[in-house]
């Protein structure tokens, strides 16, 4: 399992942020530039430069080779470092979940597989479950991207159950 540390202050304030991490989502894999970033996004470039400079002065972004642009101006793509999924519980406010909200309503229903399940399991079988889950989650992560292969996006959640006291 990855050993995550905890964030530092200014790591986990650049995180929260939905909008950071849809930009991160949006630079995985694939160096992006602010404008190509912006018009994923339907954002102001500007706005999308101001969050795009906070997450690579934290680390979570990284510029890659200066490249010039259709019409000859100089464009900086940005990559993510995957920096994020080394630490613990980065963003503990609703970012995370909001962020994947924003994305899950631009996916046509019908291409969402979704799944709840509520469970009743003793202590050390709850710590098994979790256990087992995470430990897929970073045999899959740990794979490499292939670049030619649909892009997929995951979101679990284990909470306790406020319904069932």
């Not at 991490?21 to 706005?47: F, H, M, Q, V, Y």
């Not at 970073?138 to 006291?165: I, M």
Request: with cysteine; charged share 30%.
């Amino acid at each position: 399992m990855t050993e995550r540390r905890p964030a530092t202050d200014a790591e986990a304030k650049a995180l929260a942020s939905a909008l950071r991490l849809r930009i991160l989502r949006i630079c995985l894999g694939e160096a992006r530039t602010n404008k190509e970033i912006a018009s994923i996004l339907g954002c102001d470039p500007a706005t999308v430069l101001h969050h795009t400079r906070t997450l690579v002065r934290t680390g979570f972004l990284q510029a890659q080779e200066e490249r010039r642009g259709a019409r000859g101006a100089r464009e900086i793509p940005y990559l993510a470092t995957r920096k994020s999924w080394q630490l613990e519980a980065a963003a503990r406010d609703r970012s995370m979940l909001d962020a994947f909200l924003q994305e899950l309503a631009l996916v046509p229903a019908a291409e969402v597989d979704s799944t709840r399940l509520g469970l009743r399991l003793p202590p050390a079988e709850m710590t098994e479950f979790r256990t087992r889950l995470s430990a897929l989650i970073e045999e899959f992560a740990a794979r490499p991207d292939d670049p030619t292969a649909p892009a997929w996006s995951l979101f679990v959640v284990v909470h306790p159950d406020p319904n069932r006291p």
